[in-house]
């Protein structure tokens, strides 16, 4: 009993996760063919194709070993959420591990802290002064309309230097 209704769970989790992948495959592949995309959509795409095809996948894997009570698909299906779950956390630990020393320091009368780029790590200084890294990172600000929800708010200059302002706003 306690068998088929966990082989039932990662049936219908697995499901789940295929349906959900289908989408995100989509997205990557479009992300990659738009004719008018921007540089940072055309990076974004390979990272996100590799997640939807992992998705699908994984979670066929995990689908047809529980449904049909394939071992060995359950196995890799294992396996696979475990290489998962490690990899998240290496890059968990790798993300604190490079902007860990770029905390920044308060100016005084301002509502932001300065950062400078050799607070951080060398291996996150080279990214940002390398060019064609620096152009992906740069399409991508532009992307997001950081500056332009900033021009619009319209405040006085007491106004700006007093409010809270995320870095990339402080610097725009």
Request: proline share 2%; glycine share 6%.
């Amino acid at each position: 009993m306690a068998f088929r209704l966990s082989n039932s769970l990662i049936g219908i989790l697995n499901l789940a996760t295929f349906l959900l992948s289908i989408p995100i495959l989509v997205a990557g592949i479009w992300l990659g063919h738009r004719s008018d995309g921007t540089e940072c959509e055309k990076y974004l795409s390979a990272p996100v194709i590799a997640l939807g095809v992992f998705l699908l996948l994984v979670s066929l894997a995990g689908l047809i070993g529980a449904c049909c009570r394939v071992t060995w698909l359950l196995w890799v299906y294992l396996l696979a959420m475990f290489v998962l779950i490690v990899v998240l956390f290496g890059v968990t630990v790798f993300a604190f591990v490079v902007t860990n020393k770029g905390a920044g320091e308060a100016v005084s009368d301002r509502g932001y802290k300065e950062y400078r780029l050799g607070d951080y790590s060398n291996w996150l200084q080279k990214r940002v002064e390398n060019n064609k890294d620096w152009n992906r990172i740069r399409s991508c600000l532009q992307d997001s309309k950081v500056c332009k929800t900033l021009q619009d708010k319209q405040e006085t200059l007491a106004q700006f230097m007093s409010s809270d302002l995320s870095p990339i706003e402080a610097f725009s």
